[in-house]
């Protein structure tokens, strides 16, 4: 069974840094992309960063500059390291994978649990 284990949640300041984790295990054959979305209160999730197999990232307007996702291949494992949080960046991030399991003969985007990010003074 496939599971995305988040880490490194937590508060801190507007100004501050924090870095994300992500472990993806399991019987996988092939991972597509990893990345990370988010969703605030009241919002509906959006996409953050997303690192593809061709080694193409993607980052939403409003963390650009300020966050860097990067991926282990062999470990199965993404990072997302945030500088320069903002009140706007707290929000539940997940991990995502698009990937396949050993015994599928398709890719499927499979999701972790959530890890709280707030920024407050």
């Known amino acids: 069974q496939v599971q995305l284990v988040e880490s490194g949640g937590g508060e801190v300041q507007p100004g501050g840094s924090l870095t994300l984790s992500c472990a993806a295990s399991?019987?996988?054959?092939?991972?597509?992309?990893m990345g990370w979305y988010r969703r605030a209160p009241g919002k509906g999730r959006e996409l953050v960063a997303v690192?593809?197999?061709?080694?193409?990232?993607r980052y939403a307007d409003s963390v650009k500059a300020r966050f860097t996702i990067s991926r282990d291949h062999a470990k199965n494992t993404a990072s997302l390291q945030m500088n320069n949080l903002k009140p706007e960046d707290t929000a539940v991030y997940y991990c995502?994978?698009?990937?396949?399991?050993?015994?599928?003969?398709?890719?499927?985007?499979?999701w972790g649990q959530g890890t709280q990010v707030t920024v407050s003074s």
């Open positions: 995502n994978a698009n990937l396949r399991e050993a015994q599928g003969p398709y890719f499927s985007n499979y």
């Open positions: 399991g019987n996988i054959m092939a991972i597509s992309s």
């Open positions: 690192d593809t197999s061709g080694g193409t990232t």
